[in-house]
């Protein structure tokens, strides 16, 4: 699922092992970063302007 934190709208692409943030408003691509195997159903989480994300083995924060 999506997460709308820190003005983009965040999504994991499990097939492609991307984290991706969407402009809210149109949708367009803003960033995307790759990231360790996630399971099929991963969500992104977020605080103190980090984008989480929990990995197979670990938990990964990045920069939002």
């Not at 970063?33 to 990045?62: C, D, M, Q, W, Y």
Request: net charge negative; aromatic share 6%; charged share 10%.
């Amino acid at each position: 699922s999506p997460i709308l934190a820190c003005g983009g709208l965040w999504t994991l692409d499990t097939n492609g092992g991307t984290l991706d943030e969407l402009d809210p408003s149109s949708g367009s691509l803003l960033h995307s970063v790759k990231v360790p195997a996630v399971a099929h159903f991963a969500t992104p989480s977020a605080g103190g302007g980090l984008i989480f994300v929990a990995s197979n083995r670990s938990i990964e924060a990045f920069q939002a």
